[in-house]
Nanobody, 124 residues
Framework: QVQLVESGGGLVQAGGSLRLSCAASGRTVSPYDMGWFRQAPGKKRDFLAY????????YYADSVKGRFTISRDNAKNTVYLQMNSLKPEDTAVYYC?????????????????WGQGTLVTVSS
């Protein structure tokens, strides 16, 4: 069992930056592939970014490519999402998720463990 806790959300002006963290406990996160998703009010949960257990494979949704960067520090059991050039449409609850290999990295149903989410609000 892996417990995930996101942090780093908050209120930021358009054009600003935030770095989200996803800290894992219970088990080491190193064998797990990790993803970041977000869900705006009234909308479905959308894929943002994926990083494999080794960090060797990284994928992004087109909507955040070039603005967001996913990374991980297995020694600290933490995954990060650096978000730059934020836009009001980035406002959502952001979730990290973990899966022990396999599946479609962009599908929320692939992931076995989820954090509780952290709210990001971008003002115009």
């Amino acid at each position: 069992q892996v417990q995930l806790v996101e942090s780093g959300g908050g209120l930021v002006q358009a054009g600003g930056s935030l770095r989200l963290s996803c800290a894992a406990s219970g088990r080491t996160v190193s064998p797990y592939d990790m993803g970041w998703f977000r869900q705006a009010p009234g909308k479905k949960r959308d894929f943002l970014a994926y990083i494999s257990w080794s960090g060797g494979n990284i994928y992004y949704a087109d909507s955040v490519k070039g603005r967001f960067t996913i990374s991980r520090d297995n020694a600290k059991n933490t995954v990060y999402l650096q978000m730059n050039s934020l836009k009001p449409e980035d406002t959502a609850v952001y979730y990290c998720a973990a899966v022990r290999g396999g599946g479609l990295y962009y599908s929320s149903s692939t992931y076995d463990y989820w954090g509780q989410g952290t709210l990001v609000t971008v003002s115009s």
